[in-house]
């Protein structure tokens, strides 16, 4: 059989010739793929939400700095994927006894990507922009103790402050604390020019922002995978889904569907990594108003919580049960939902006592996200069994929830995510819109700024934590995890968020 | 002729100041501050301060309203909130994926329903007739977003024939740009496919019924060349209002549909201005919309004038 094909092939040119070619192509073919995957140095990216501008340092969205920060922009301190702090463009420091000089030693030979060198003129430059008078840094209050920036040589960086402020060296970590140099600095909303592994390359607006590898990025030990990477904005749960299925999207390091989790478990392709972020689910309560300024009410009402129950409806039991507002990301957690756990009975004569024998009627001001709605829906059923009546209001947001609830205080209880990473320090600021006054609480958050000892503030967190646990300003719900689906030959993304982000350093792809 | 034509323009001009006279106002209504939305919840109230006089927000309403017009007169949108870009810059990109993807419906249901309409009239009370009543009431019953996401589920999570959604952007290829766009614009023009369906049905079997038609048989003219060289002519003017009005209603109803194919396009911008209190892009799209549905109002009037001679006399 074989012996004929081969007569006949021989006995025409054409079909030698086209049989060979054959051979050739599919050998070809079947090299090809292979060298390309073996190659492969490109990622896709898929968030649920565009930033809105792409300049962490001037506006709040979480998403600006889960595209730049240490993707384009990079600070004098970093925070690593455990949390702590750890140097950047700030090769060391030195803290003067007091506390109230900060001595950085800057690294050399960094350049922006637009060529400029990065020196301690740009640090100040950074620096000032952020705390000057015009300046929109969401994080403005950062730099507040900050009474002087100096300059004593190109790679020396001294800031002198008011008061000893323990966090600085995290908050210097953080995505609106980045450095950005004088001549790019206003353009960087559109343009962004850091000094980071990546550099810039186009944003299509409602699509996607393009990033490429740096080639000239100071940090070599980096070693950095991947030549290009692109993220891909796809709001809709169901798009999302339908994208990492397709293969469109390489990941979703926060996919927006915890229903749909399970529908990926099992898959030979993609992977189900679960982890935590520093979104706190918390119902906050006006704390001056009747009757939630009766801490007594607070904490009938916390006892009327079934949090286990609460992940389980409102995000199909994925999160973490939390007994104050703290994640286990943080340095220093404690495991409080243990201070007032689910308790009807007790929940109803700490009622009585407090004067409201047949409970009250009041109304929460939910967002219309589905993690406020479904859980309103399930807190309305909990307080109906120790004779609370709550309404829910559906309460836009951000627009309308910011302008009503955050600035005019007008509310009852609310609920919401807090995305900021170690935001315990919101129930010590006055104003803010839980409206919850407790000096000795506010005497420890003093004591962790006048400390810069990691372990004496990890144990003065714990105090803090315990406060909040047993005044219960907000109940205390869940974090939300971070519901990461990739490729499963996809490595290097975080698993957890101790500070939201996309760091693609050390994403790469392993064969 | 000229006369009406001048009026007609004239009342357009008019009504579109006053469209977005009430625009800034309404827009001006709606709670939120978006200074405060940008700067988050830790907003202290100076870098609010800062930001709204940034924004020029601190400045009086009327002044606001007359810069705005002043530069849309001049071609000038603004700047969006947002993304720090000329709004004019983009609504142009988000256009280049609307426009064609309502023009790609608006196509696709005249394609399916002009024909279906008439067979119905035509076998009217039959068979041909009861399905395509049925396909009227499924498609205007059925959600787009819906029949969308069966298109998903169908050609690209199974089969991985089409991709999933988002565009790649015309600069990738025409081809690769049609077929981002093709499933949504199928599960757009099904549901508007039924309603005009319906309506060039009722319209051709009205005009059936007249007269002239009748005479147009009695001579001897053949079904087939009675409708669709006397009756269909006639009986197009309810079927070009529908296309008038539908086009109008694709590009501002396009909002799931872009939503869930992931599509860049105009209502998605919309959407979500609306939610980042991005006032200037908002005002801007909204003014776009209302202009398009007047001017589209305009246009089919027009297009009676060229359809029907009388209304020319009567003007």
């Known amino acids: ?511 | 002729m000229i006369s009406i034509l001048s009026r007609r323009i004239a009342s357009l001009i008019v009504t579109l100041i006053v469209v977005s006279l009430l625009i800034f106002v309404v827009m001006d209504l709606l709670p939120g501050d978006p200074a405060a939305v940008m700067l988050g919840t830790s907003a202290t109230p100076e870098t609010l301060a800062a930001l709204r006089s940034q924004m020029g927000l601190d400045q009086p309403l009327a002044f606001r309203y007359l810069a705005w017009l002043f530069g849309v007169l001049h071609g000038d949108l603004g700047q969006s909130y947002t993304y720090g870009v000329p709004v004019a810059g983009l609504i142009g990109e988000r256009l280049s994926v609307t426009l064609p993807l309502a023009l790609m419906a608006v196509v696709l249901s005249i394609v399916i329903a002009v024909p279906l309409g008439v067979a119905a009239a035509r076998r009217h009370n039959g068979i041909v007739d009861f399905v395509a009543g049925l396909f009227s009431y499924l498609s205007i019953a059925v959600p787009a977003f819906w029949v969308g996401l069966l298109l998903i589920i169908g050609f690209s999570t199974k089969l991985g024939l089409m991709p999933a959604g988002g565009f790649p952007g015309w600069d990738a290829g025409l081809w690769a740009g049609f077929k981002a766009l093709i499933m949504p614009a199928v599960a757009l023009a099904l549901s508007q496919a039924g309603v005009l369906t319906r309506v060039a049905r009722t319209s051709v079997l009205e005009v059936m019924s007249e007269d002239f038609v009748r005479t147009a048989r009695a001579k001897g003219l053949s079904d087939r060349a009675a409708i669709w060289g006397h009756a269909l002519p006639n009986a197009l003017i309810p079927v070009v209002t529908m296309i008038g009005l539908q086009f109008t209603f694709l590009i501002a109803g396009a909002v799931l549909v872009e939503n869930v194919f992931n599509l860049p396009g105009l209502g998605r911008l919309a959407y979500q201005a609306l939610s980042q209190r991005d006032v200037v892009v908002m005002q801007d799209v909204v003014l776009f919309f209302s202009a398009m549905v007047i001017i589209m109002n305009f246009l089919v009037d027009l297009a009676y004038l060229a359809i029907d001679p009388r209304l020319r006399a009567a003007g």
């Not at chain 1, 010590?428 to 004496?456: G, I, L």
Request: aromatic residues 10%; charged residues 20%.
């Open chain 1, 1 to 511: 059989m074989s012996r004929s094909i081969f007569r006949a092939a021989g006995g025409h040119g054409v079909l030698r010739r086209s049989v060979l070619g054959l051979a050739l192509a599919a050998g070809v073919a079947f090299v090809a793929p292979q060298a390309y995957a073996a190659a492969k140095t490109s990622v896709t990216i898929g968030m649920a939400i565009e930033p809105t501008g792409l300049d962490p340092t001037i506006a709040a969205p979480v998403a600006i700095g889960q595209v730049t920060w240490q993707n384009i922009f990079e600070g004098l301190t970093t925070v690593d994927e455990t949390g702590k702090v750890q140097p950047q463009l700030a090769e060391s420091w030195d803290i003067s006894p007091d506390g109230k000089t900060y001595t950085f030693k800057l690294r050399k030979g960094v350049t922006f990507h637009n060529g400029v060198a990065f020196d301690s003129a740009v640090a100040k430059f950074a620096i000032d922009r952020a705390r000057g008078a015009d300046s929109v840094n969401p994080q403005k209050r950062y730099y507040s103790s900050i009474e002087s920036v100096e300059t004593p040589d190109a790679s020396t960086l001294v800031l002198k402050l008011k008061q000893p402020t323990g966090s600085l060296l995290y908050w210097l970590g953080w995505p609106s604390s980045v450095m950005v140099e004088p001549k790019s600095a206003d353009d960087n909303k559109t343009t962004p020019i850091g000094t980071g592994p990546f550099k810039f390359v186009s944003w299509a607006k409602g699509a996607k922002v393009d990033l490429a590898k740096n080639p000239d990025y100071w940090n070599k030990s980096a070693d950095v995978k991947l030549d290009k990477a692109e993220f891909r904005f796809i709001n809709d749960a169901q798009a999302q889904a339908a994208a990492l299925t397709a293969g469109d999207v390489d990941a979703f390091p926060e996919f927006g569907a915890p229903e749909l989790v399970d529908s990926f478990k099992g898959s030979d392709k993609l992977a189900t990594v679960i982890g935590n972020t520093e979104l706190k689910v918390v119902a906050g309560m006006n704390n001056s108003r009747k009757p939630f300024s009766d801490k007594r009410v607070r904490q009938a009402l916390m006892m009327a919580v079934d949090r286990a129950m609460v992940v389980e409806g409102a995000w199909s039991g994925l999160g973490t049960p939390i007994g104050s507002h703290y994640t286990p990301n943080d340095p220093g957690y404690k495991d409080l939902t243990g201070v007032f756990p689910h308790d009807v009975e007790k929940a109803k004569a700490l009622l009585g006592e407090a004067g409201y024998p047949n409970g009250f009627s009041f109304t929460i001001k939910a967002p219309q996200m589905a993690y406020a709605q479904r859980t309103s829906q399930i807190l309305q059923a909990m307080f109906a069994e120790i004779g609370v009546t709550m309404n829910i209001e559906t309460t836009e947001f951000p627009a309308k929830w910011v302008s009503d609830v955050f600035k005019g205080g007008n509310y009852d209880m609310t609920i919401v995510a807090h995305a900021e990473a170690m935001d315990i320090d919101i129930y010590a600021r006055d104003p803010y819109y839980f409206n919850y006054k407790n000096p000795a609480f506010n005497e420890v958050m003093a004591k962790v700024e006048a400390s810069s000892d990691p372990a004496e503030q990890a144990k003065l967190y714990g105090e803090a934590q315990t406060i909040l646990a047993n005044d219960v300003p907000a109940l205390f719900l869940f974090v939300m995890p971070k519901l990461g689906i990739w490729d499963k030959k996809l490595k290097g993304l975080w698993e957890n968020e101790p500070i939201p982000s996309n760091v693609l350093t050390k994403v790469h792809w392993e064969e």
